[in-house]
């Protein structure tokens, strides 16, 4: 069919509107149901059309171009749901938000079969002649539909992008746009789009000039929104069609992105933070901010890697000049550190380096070096790393040299800060007051004291003799001692901004005393004990020792009062020993006294009940060369009372002196040997078989005694049957019960036999 007006239907398509933010208003929100009920109509019966009418009725009817329009401009994006409609209306719109993707997909697609399609020539004329697409609404799409159908928008937007190279043209000059965005947004916060140009302003706008502190609320809750939308468009355009990362790196966008970051986004944080507005207004404020900080530094990061390292990952050409690239856009964004630190604070410099270093080429290891320098010193003034997950230990974000930097949002806790900086814990009229307290800033503090902050203040104060010792102090304090960094920032001034609006005459005021330290706050039960290195300088270092003693060592004890301290000590702890071991003068030891015992078995026979392992390590005896009679001769062998060797249960047991006399006495009598002599084990071997045979010749003459039990031994020759008769025919009463008998009283027999054996 040929596309001709006369084709077309005159059907008036209505435009859509934004959900009312009162539905209170009853008359409003059936009007705005009345028009989700048209559109859905509306559309519904334009899907349903056949080829050629749709595609008269899509070239040629600005009522549905006007109704597409208006619902990419106006609807909800993904990151806003529509959570305060009822569930009625919310199924309404979404059923609308469906019909809209679908319209714009077929819209997008030449060939719906065999018989029905457009030349893709001719029909990238048709969109491009007809408006039908235009990048506005392409990002749009993105933004709305670019979570859920990703797969599918990025094929019909690279369909359109293939078909119609013009459109390639159009997204260069939408980049050339963005930066124009960009200078009318910092105009219109009062920051001059360069900070260092020296080009005088016209005299006209000096009195328009209008500073965020000083700017409407609504306005400056517009300008919010405006950023997080710029950012969330962007990165779901850049995200869907990646090809579009390189009408964004030709120009000067990557530049410029960076620079608008750091003059207009630290600037809406703090005056965020001085607007008198209800919280959770200002929460939701500061939610969409934080959002569009993240998504410009993905952004960036989308262009850089899109351009510069994929190629590099995928082998592309010459590998040397994608490094070349890179490192030119690093080097042109080294000034904006405050864009530096926030980037190495979510993605890694480090990453790509390594990914630039494994390419191979020529790569210029000083420019490298420079870069990275640059990245560490602007995170480690104005980076913050996020606060460790779970345990303390595991640490956290570090700065990228590898040195721990200041903590963001806070963890909970006594004592946590949420940043070690100073200008971040105190306001800036906080350094005026001659009661401020440095101790705030708690176990971040950087501990510089004393003499060497003094050289360091005398240092600085040769360089710059108008500048105050007290402003000088600060400074210091600011960028963590480091003399270079302070007098590097005062000759460029680019003194950070909590320094810039002190007096630069400012006297040095006296500080409070160092708080003590853990150490000392900490409690413990050995506080104060002979061994407590933390309180006391005067530990007796020789009664420490690593490990076990060794055999040789011994204890030398001085004087008496020291012999009294432990046998008291003893006494009171044991109540057994009243005197201790003495050197009489010439060497020899005496014996320990013990109260109410036999001193002379004493050390033989006094109980101890805690065994002693000081010695265990060392081997006593292994070298020495003993004979097998010596081993024998220090403790007479005693042959096992199970053997016949011992004595009845009941006899008294001799002690060990007795014994000891004993064998004194009867030198001559024949010890007990283990081994007996062969033959008579064999005699009384043979006597105990013939007695076993004889038994069971007795048994079997008796009667069946094998197939019966006899209850005792009073009842003679009778005998219990417990055999039965054949299995299978069942058994008498008779039977049953003697081998329930026989169960019963089948260990007795066991157990007299192991009493006997014990009475041997």
């Keep these: 069919m040929a596309k001709d007006p006369r084709w077309m239907e005159e059907v008036q398509f209505v435009g859509y509107q934004a959900p009312p933010i009162d539905l209170s208003d009853k008359g409003q929100y059936e009007e705005w149901l009345e028009r989700l009920k048209f559109i859905e109509d509306d559309l519904h019966w334009l899907l349903q059309l056949p080829h050629g009418r749709f595609w008269c009725q899509a070239i040629f009817d600005e009522s549905l171009h006007r109704c597409i329009d208006s619902y990419l401009r106006y609807a909800p994006r993904s990151y806003e749901t529509v959570a305060k409609l009822p569930s009625s209306a919310k199924k309404s719109h979404d059923e609308v938000h469906r019909l809209v993707f679908l319209t714009c997909m077929r819209m997008s697609t030449y060939k719906e079969s065999k018989e029905h399609h457009i030349t893709p020539s001719v029909f990238g004329e048709i969109l491009y002649e007809n408006f039908l697409y235009d990048i506005p609404k392409l990002l749009d799409l993105c933004v709305l539909y670019g979570q859920g159908n990703q797969p599918l928008l990025a094929r019909m937007i690279e369909n359109i992008f293939t078909q119609q190279p013009k459109y390639n043209d159009d997204l260069a000059g939408i980049v050339g746009t963005l930066s124009e965005v960009f200078d009318n947004i910092m105009a219109k916060c009062g920051i001059h789009p360069d900070p260092g140009s020296q080009t005088p302003q016209k005299l006209g706008d000096q009195g328009n ?7 409407a ?8 929104l405006y950023l997080s939308d710029i950012g969330m468009t962007l990165t779901s355009f850049l995200n869907v069609y990646p090809p579009a990362c390189m009408a964004f790196h030709g120009g000067e966008f990557l530049v410029k992105l960076p620079a608008f970051y750091g003059a207009v986004v630290p600037e809406v944080f703090a005056t965020l933070k001085q607007k008198e507005q209800d919280i959770s207004t200002k929460k939701a404020l500061k939610q969409k901010l934080t959002q569009a900080k993240t998504n410009l530094l993905e952004v960036f990061k989308t262009v850089v890697y ?5 190629p590099l990952l995928e082998k592309r050409a010459i590998s040397s000049d994608y490094i070349e690239d890179y490192l030119h856009i690093m080097s042109g964004i080294l000034n904006d550190r405050r864009f530096l630190a926030d980037y190495e604070g979510i993605h890694s410099f480090q990453g790509d380096i390594d990914i630039l270093l494994q390419a191979g080429g020529d790569i210029d290891e000083t420019r490298i070096q420079y870069i990275k320098e640059a990245v560490n010193l602007a995170f480690a003034t104005f980076g913050k790393r996020k606060a460790p997950k779970g345990a303390m230990n595991r640490g956290g974000r570090k700065s990228p040299d590898g040195s721990p930097s200041p903590l963001e949002g806070g963890a909970s806790g006594v004592g946590t800060l949420a940043s070690c900086r100073v200008s971040d814990l105190v306001p800036a009229d906080a350094y005026q007051v001659e009661d401020y307290d440095s101790s705030a800033v708690g176990a971040c503090a950087t501990l510089v004291t004393g003499v060497e902050l003094e050289s360091l203040i005398t240092s600085v104060k040769d360089l710059l003799p108008e500048l105050g010792e007290g402003f000088i102090e600060l400074c210091l304090e600011e960028l963590g001692y480091d003399m270079e960094r302070v007098i590097n920032s005062m000759l460029e001034d680019r003194l950070p901004a909590s320094l810039r609006d002190l007096d630069r005459q400012l006297p040095r005021k006296q500080r409070a005393a160092t708080p003590p330290s853990l150490v000392h706050e900490r409690k413990n039960i050995y506080d104060f004990d002979e061994f407590d290195v933390f309180h006391r300088d005067d530990v007796d270092t020789r009664k420490i020792r690593r490990g076990k003693a060794d055999k040789s060592e011994s204890v030398v004890i001085g004087d008496q009062s020291e012999l009294r301290d432990i046998k008291d000590a003893i006494s009171k702890d044991y109540g057994i020993v009243v005197d201790v071991v003495e050197d009489d003068g010439r060497g020899h030891l005496g014996s320990p006294r013990v109260a109410g015992v036999n001193n002379e078995g004493y050390a033989r026979d006094m109980y101890e009940d805690e065994y002693d392992d000081t010695y265990d390590t060392n081997v006593v005896g292994a070298d020495d060369a003993d004979s097998a009679d010596e081993l024998t001769t220090i403790r007479p062998f005693t042959v096992p009372r199970v053997l016949g060797g011992g004595q009845s249960r009941d006899s008294p047991r001799p002690s060990y002196e007795e014994s000891e006399e004993s064998e004194e006495e009867d ?3 024949k ?11 064999r005699e009384r071997a043979a006597e105990r078989a013939h007695t076993k045979a004889n038994r069971n010749k007795q048994g079997q003459g008796g009667g069946q005694r094998s197939e019966g039990k006899s209850q005792g031994s009073g ?3 009778k005998t219990y049957d417990v055999k039965g008769g054949p299995k299978g025919q069942g058994q008498s009463q008779e039977v049953l019960r ?3 008998w026989k169960t019963q009283h089948k260990g007795d027999h066991r157990k007299a036999l192991a009493d006997k054996k014990r009475r041997v």
Excluded: W, Y
Aim: proline share 5%; charged share 20%; with cysteine.
């Design 671 to 681: 010890r007990d040997l283990f081994l007996q002599d062969p033959a008579e084990l």
């Design 667 to 669: 030198p001559g009598k």
């Design 715 to 717: 009842q003679g020759g």
């Design 738 to 740: 003697n081998r329930r």
């Design 209 to 215: 000039i209008v500073s965020l502190v000083t700017m």
């Design 217 to 224: 609320t609504g306005e400056f809750n517009d300008i919010i």
């Design 306 to 310: 899109h351009c510069c390292i994929q």
